[in-house]
Nanobody, 115 residues
């Protein structure tokens, strides 16, 4: 059994910041990729940022330097620091892990940007 648990979502005003965290546990072999995706109401789930074991990072274009992904390989955790949040960033944010044998998603954490 694999567990992927996100935390850190909430309500923030435009221009504010949030830090999302994700922890993976259970029967996990080496995790090659950890990442964040998001899904806004009525839209498809989209990539936000991913990071490999070696530290290679890909960001979606809309991140525009506002978000920073980081990872602790020893603890199987990944964080997403989000700054200068805007209303269009409102979505459910999901953590995803990829190992040699499986992919697993967390249940998501809601991020709402509103004044």
């Amino acid at each position: 059994q694999v567990y992927v648990v996100e935390s850190g979502g909430g309500l923030v005003q435009p221009g504010g910041s949030l830090r999302l965290s994700c922890a993976a546990s259970g029967s996990i072999s080496r995790i090659y990729v950890m990442g964040w995706y998001r899904q806004a109401p009525g839209k498809q789930r989209e990539l936000v940022a991913i990071i490999t074991t070696g530290g290679n990072i890909n960001y979606a274009d809309f991140v525009k330097g506002r978000f920073t992904i980081s990872r602790d390989n020893a603890k199987n955790t990944v964080n997403l620091q989000m700054n200068d949040l805007q209303s269009e960033d409102t979505a459910v944010y999901y953590c995803k892990i990829t190992t040699t044998t499986l992919q697993a998603w967390g249940q998501g954490t809601q991020v709402t940007v509103s004044s």
